[in-house]
């Protein structure tokens, strides 16, 4: 198992900052969901817990060690990154796109070995993309192409999964088997850092962590964190956070405020 802590990481494109001071704990063994309005600097946060992004200040440590000090091959055995957008070429198949994921264990003359089989084997099943392993990537429909991507990051074998925006395609029943394939993980001892939008997804999180403007806004559990006033300042909506009977919480959106009134509330 593997813990993240950022202390104050300050990035940004070129002169425009995006993330201010953010200072962070993310718990080993544990699923964290980023959440906040567009732009607010999510998808920046995970790309720099990727080393995808240089910070302009701050640093980023996993476990003991400086992130930008662990060598390229290491990094990859440690953390596996799934972006929003993903491009893979045309005519690639799931399995050799899955296959992608072990590269980081390929010796010095690529030998495929047992342990990478079974490793995309394994991917391939706990997605429920088996039967699709020889398809071409273009045949599948969105959702599906969304799964193998994931069946990429699985096959890495990674302590730790950053994963932005992973539900964004899937219908609901393949979104609540996503949610259940990282909750097994988590329990398994991996670490999952995720951008999600869909606060019906995010309520089944350990750990929230909002962002509004790229700052921290709050990190806690979902119950502590889902409050309409913290709602209405990140997304400018009046609603109200019910309690499901499981005793999570459940966002009920009323109506939509300007943005800009709700940023001029003190």
């Known amino acids: 198992m593997i813990e993240v802590k950022a202390t104050g990481v300050h990035a940004g494109y070129g002169a425009r900052p995006v993330l201010q001071g953010v200072d962070l704990q993310i718990p080993a063994g544990r699923v964290s969901v980023v959440v906040g309005?567009?732009?607010?600097?999510?998808?920046?946060?995970?790309r720099c817990l990727a080393r995808l992004h240089p910070l302009s200040r701050g640093s980023i440590r996993l476990g003991t060690t400086a992130l930008d000090?662990?060598?390229?091959?290491?990094?990859?055995?440690?953390?596996?990154?799934?972006?929003q957008s993903p491009q893979a070429p045309v005519g690639l198949s799931v399995e050799a796109l899955v296959a992608f994921g072990r590269h980081p264990y390929r010796g010095l003359f690529g030998r495929w070995s047992a342990a990478d089989r079974d490793a995309v084997l394994r991917a391939l099943q706990e997605t429920d993309l088996s039967d699709f392993a020889q398809r071409p990537l273009e045949e599948l429909s969105g959702g599906q192409r969304q799964r193998a991507w994931l069946a990429m990051t699985l096959?890495?074998?990674?302590?730790?999964?950053?994963?932005?925006?992973?539900?964004?395609?899937?219908?609901?029943?393949?979104?609540?088997?996503?949610?259940?394939?990282?909750?097994?993980?988590?329990?398994?001892?991996?670490?999952?850092?995720?951008?999600?939008?869909?606060?019906?997804?995010?309520?089944?999180?350990?750990?929230?962590?909002?962002?509004?403007q790229g700052r921290l806004a709050a990190c806690g559990t979902p119950r502590d964190v889902l409050t309409p006033a913290l709602l209405h300042r990140l997304?400018?909506?009046?609603?109200?956070?019910?309690?499901?009977?499981?005793?999570?919480p459940v966002v009920v959106p009323l109506r939509a405020t300007s943005l800009s009134e709700t940023r001029s509330t003190p």
């Open 37 to 46: 309005a567009n732009g607010c600097g999510k998808s920046t946060l995970l």
């Open 155 to 212: 096959a890495q074998q990674t302590p730790l999964l950053l994963l932005d925006e992973p539900a964004s395609m899937l219908d609901p029943g393949h979104q609540l088997e996503l949610l259940a394939l990282i909750r097994r993980l988590a329990d398994a001892g991996r670490t999952i850092v995720m951008v999600l939008h869909d606060l019906t997804a995010a309520r089944h999180a350990d750990q929230l962590i909002a962002l509004d």
């Open 235 to 248: 997304y400018g909506i009046d609603s109200h956070v019910l309690q499901a009977p499981d005793g999570s």
């Open 69 to 83: 000090a662990l060598p390229a091959r290491t990094l990859a055995q440690q953390l596996a990154f799934l972006p």
